[in-house]
DNA sequence: TAGATTGTTAATCGATTAACAATC
DNA sequence: TAGATTGTTAATCGATTAACAATC
């Protein structure tokens, strides 16, 4: 183990590691090497062993990780070993979707509450959640210890949501609509906009592309 | 302009470029320096100059980017300049969600069919449009010459709905179910799995960690 | 002209991978 | 013991940033 500084990329890697490890876990298989998780996820054993070595001595030469071991350790590293509340604001399409769609039943993750700036969502129940006003959104959040907020509210509405949560005590920000939110360096923001992916899988797409046809302009075929 | 490989990371940040450029043209600014792009999108301005100059001298010296010429760029390079067909698999929340929001309104991405296997499922209206057994995938991507996949089934059923895409002949497949697809290397993926996102955000959360107490168990406070 | 800003090279920084001694 | 596999160092690879000549 040794006290450098994580990188994000190491970060981004622990949850699909646990993942995969809960999926061996629930097959009953009790030991994987680097190499058998580097073919199942893709990546490289050396980089695997690495990212966990960062957190401590998991593995045991000659034999690989303990299954439920590794899982409880990536667990507490990724402070899953205790409940996390979040609240979710936005309660259209993808905000009832993501309501319905409970974390809490895989990690400890839970949305306690939903909030809409439209008074003719608030009151309804998605989930078994009731809709709040954003009056609300601050006193709800230092009374139940939240710590994270997702925003799934318009691009355009989406930084003044973020204010909101962060004048608040949010600590960490999902955020799904289409914009860079700006926010002070102690909190954490990931974008969660699968517009970006969308477009730029696009990219990828075979056009009969020929890179050494810079300028010349293919329009048919 | 200079014909290197163009590395993924760039590749991910054009949709960026071209969401802030749609919003300046909507504002009617004419022109933005790479100074503004990156005080605006969090990014270094030279990384910026760098990124554009992949594809070609947009810029000019001493002025900066035309707005409206610089969308037109990044559009082509996104192959945004032509209709893009999609199919979305899975009509649970997300899925519904998804195709509900419709891409097309702000790029030519258009999802033109959703599947499920459910056959409660299928026959029901979503949108526009009507969904569809699974048995008419590859004859509808086929006959309507869809180029991409999205995935919203449960991860149990991810791989075969990927499977059965990649045989009808797509292209591309932004992939939501949090497990890793295996594909032929000319198949792009991009996962979308927002799970990954949420759980390495509680890594960052405080919890008075402290890192020289790296083996102190401080279970309280 | 003077000020601004690009495109690009060189320097830096960081992340991935290979290799291997240690050891189960 | 022999085979397997870790943890870690060193090598490699790639991406970001600084700096500046060119030029609008």
Redesign the interface.
């Known amino acids: 183990?040794k006290?450098e500084k994580i990188s994000e990329a190491v970060?981004?890697r622990?949850?699909?590691y646990?993942?995969?490890l809960n999926d061996l876990h629930k097959r009953e298989v009790s030991t994987v090497s680097s190499q058998e998780l580097g073919l199942?996820?893709?990546l490289n054993p050396a980089q695997i062993r690495k990212d966990l070595a960062y957190f401590?001595d998991f593995g045991r030469k000659g034999i690989g990780y303990d299954v439920s071991y590794l899982i409880e350790k990536i667990r507490h590293?990724?402070?899953?070993d205790q409940q996390?509340n979040a609240v979710l604001v936005g309660t259209?399409?993808?905000g009832?979707?993501?309501s319905?769609?409970n974390?809490y039943l895989?990690?400890n993750?839970k949305i306690i509450a939903v909030f809409d700036a439209n008074p003719k969502k608030t009151g309804k129940q998605i989930s078994t959640l009731i809709v709040q006003p954003m009056e609300e959104i601050s006193e709800t959040i230092k009374k139940h210890n939240i710590?994270?907020g997702?925003i799934t509210v318009p691009d355009v509405e989406a930084q003044n949501v973020a204010d909101q949560l962060i004048e608040a005590g949010i600590?960490?920000?999902?955020n799904?609509a289409?914009?860079?939110l700006k926010a002070p360096a102690n909190i954490?923001i990931?974008?969660?906009d699968?517009?970006?992916?969308?477009?730029?899988?696009?990219?990828?797409?075979?056009?009969g592309k020929d890179?050494?046809a810079?300028d010349g302009e293919l329009e048919d075929k």
Do not use: C, W
């Not at 590293?77 to 899953?80: D, F, M, V």
């Not at 600590?171 to 999902?174: D, K, T």
């Not at 992916?197 to 696009?202: E, G, I, N």
């Open positions: 183990m006290s970060v981004r622990l949850p699909v646990l993942r995969y199942k996820l893709d401590g590293i990724l402070n899953l996390i259209g399409n993808l009832q979707a993501l319905n769609y974390f895989r990690e993750i710590r994270i997702i600590e960490a920000i999902l799904f289409p914009v860079i954490r990931h974008a969660a699968f517009t970006t992916d969308l477009l730029s899988l696009a990219y990828y797409l075979d056009n890179d050494s810079d």
